[in-house]
C-alpha cells in the first residue's frame, strides 16, 4: 500500500479553496486504496494540538516558533525550520512512501530537505507562486527584489523536487517555461465531487425576503472577498446595470480584507439599498444562499495570479446548473466556453459587465441549454476521480509499486 503524507499550509476546519481542494483529493487517493497521513505548517491557526482528528481525518500540527523575526526573510526562514523539524518526527512516525508538499514553496523546501535526508522521493503541488499572491496581498509589488528572490526559490523547488504538480494549463506553461521538463510536470485539474451538488433548488421565500430581495433579479458573489476577486468592479458598474434592469440587487455572502472597502464603496455610490452583505455564514447554509442567486459574478481582475490560476467557484456554480458571468482572465477561459457554460466579459471593463449580464438576463429561453452545458462539461471533464487518477504513474514511477 502506497503511504503518501501530505504537507499543508492549512487545512480543515478551516474554510477555503485550499483546504476544500485538499479534502477532494485525499477522499479519492482513499478511494484507490492508497493511505494518506497529514502535516500542517504554523500557518494554520487556531489549533493548540500536535495532533487533531477532522471529520475523520488525522491532521499533525505544527507549532509556531518562538521569538520569529519580523525581519524579511527571516521569520520565513524560522517557518521552514519549524516545518523540517516536524515532518521528521512524523516521517519517523508514518515510513512514508512520498512526500508530498503542496503551496506555498515555503512547505516545498523542507519536504526537500527531510525527503533527501530520508530517501523518500517528493512532489511539489503548485496551486498559485507565492510571489504573485504576495502581490494581491499588497506585501510586494511585481519586479521588486523580494519577488524576484521570492520567484527564485519557487524556481529552486521546481528544478529538484522528483515531480511537480500544479493545477491548471496556465500554471503548467509558466513551471515549463522557468526550465522543467514538460514530462516532469502534471497538471491535476480543479474538479468537483458531483455527486456533493445537486442542480439548484427552489428559493427560500422567507431568507429571500428576509435579505430585502423579494422581486428582484439577484446577481451574486459567495466566497471570499479578496482583491482579485473584481467586486468593487461589480459594485462599479451596478448603477450602469440598473438603469436597464433596476429590479437587479446584488447578494454579497461572505467576508474578506476587501469587506471593509467594499461596504465604503457601496455607501458613496448611494447604493445601500441595492447591495445586501450576509457576512459568513455556515458551510451547510451556503447552498440555501446559492439558490436566491440567479446569475452568479467571478469578475476577477486581471493580474498574473488571476490570468494563471483556475479557480474552483465557478465549477461548484456549474456542478450546480448556476447562470454565471466572469470576466475573461485565462483562469477562466480555461474552464467556461463563452455562450456555452456560461459567458465571458472583458476584465477590467464594467461597460462590458453590463453588456454582458444584461444580455444573459434577456435571453432567458437559452438558460436551460447554459446550465445543462455547465453541468454536463463538470460530470465529464471536471470531476475528482478523473482527475485525482492523474497521480497513479507518478507514485508509481516513484515508489516502484505497481500503479
Not at 521588486?144 to 521546481?158: D, F, N, V
Not at 446559492?290 to 490560476?309: E, G, I, K
Request: proline letters at 5%; one cysteine or more.
Amino acid at each position: 500500500m502506497t503511504r503518501i503524507l501530505h504537507i499543508l499550509d492549512h487545512s480543515i476546519p478551516l474554510h477555503s479553496g485550499y483546504t476544500f481542494r485538499t479534502l477532494s483529493i485525499l477522499r479519492e487517493q482513499r478511494k484507490l486504496g492508497w493511505e494518506t497521513a497529514h502535516l500542517t505548517t504554523p500557518k494554520h491557526v487556531g489549533c493548540e494540538h500536535l495532533e487533531e482528528d477532522i471529520e475523520g481525518w488525522h491532521f499533525y500540527r505544527t507549532p509556531a516558533p518562538e521569538g520569529a523575526s519580523r525581519l524579511p526573510g527571516l521569520g520565513e526562514m524560522a517557518l521552514m525550520r519549524a516545518v523540517e523539524n516536524r515532518l521528521q518526527n512524523v516521517v519517523d512516525r508514518d515510513k512514508p512512501d512520498v512526500l508530498h508538499a503542496h503551496s506555498p514553496v515555503l512547505n516545498a523546501i523542507p519536504a526537500l530537505r527531510v525527503g533527501r535526508r530520508n530517501n523518500i522521493p517528493v512532489v511539489y503541488e503548485v496551486r498559485a507562486f507565492w510571489e504573485d499572491a504576495a502581490v494581491d496581498h499588497g506585501t510586494t509589488t511585481e519586479g521588486s527584489l523580494r519577488y524576484r528572490l521570492t520567484r527564485a526559490l519557487e524556481t529552486y523547488a521546481l528544478k529538484r523536487v522528483d515531480h511537480v504538480f500544479t493545477i491548471c494549463e496556465g500554471l503548467r506553461s509558466d513551471i515549463v517555461a522557468r526550465g522543467i521538463a514538460a514530462d516532469k510536470v502534471t497538471v491535476i485539474p480543479n474538479a468537483v465531487d458531483i455527486e456533493a451538488f445537486d442542480p439548484g433548488g427552489e428559493a427560500d421565500v422567507a431568507l429571500k425576503a428576509e435579505l430585502g430581495l423579494a422581486g428582484a433579479t439577484v446577481v451574486g458573489f459567495i466566497g471570499s472577498f479578496y482583491a482579485y476577486e473584481g467586486l468593487d468592479l461589480l459594485i462599479d458598474a451596478l448603477p450602469r446595470i440598473l438603469s436597464r434592469r433596476p429590479e437587479v440587487k446584488v447578494l454579497l455572502v461572505g467576508g474578506g480584507p476587501q469587506e471593509r472597502a467594499l461596504k465604503a464603496q457601496v455607501a458613496r455610490l448611494g447604493l445601500t439599498n441595492k447591495v445586501v452583505f450576509t457576512g459568513r455564514v455556515p458551510h451547510t447554509e451556503v447552498h440555501r444562499y446559492y439558490d436566491l442567486v440567479d446569475v452568479l459574478a467571478y469578475p476577477r481582475h486581471s493580474m498574473r495570479l488571476t490570468d494563471l490560476v483556475t479557480p474552483l467557484k465557478p465549477l461548484e456554480a456549474m456542478a450546480q446548473g448556476r447562470l454565471l458571468i466572469a470576466s475573461d482572465v485565462g483562469g477562466h477561459k480555461e474552464l467556461i466556453r463563452h455562450g456555452e457554460t456560461g459567458m465571458l466579459f472583458r476584465a477590467g471593463n464594467a461597460e462590458a459587465l453590463t453588456d454582458t449580464l444584461v444580455e444573459l438576463l434577456e435571453q432567458s429561453a437559452r438558460w436551460p441549454e447554459i446550465r445543462r452545458a455547465g453541468r454536463q462539461f463538470v460530470e465529464t471533464e471536471r470531476n475528482w476521480t478523473r482527475s485525482v487518477a492523474n497521480y497513479i504513474p507518478v507514485y508509481a514511477r516513484l515508489t516502484g509499486q505497481r500503479a
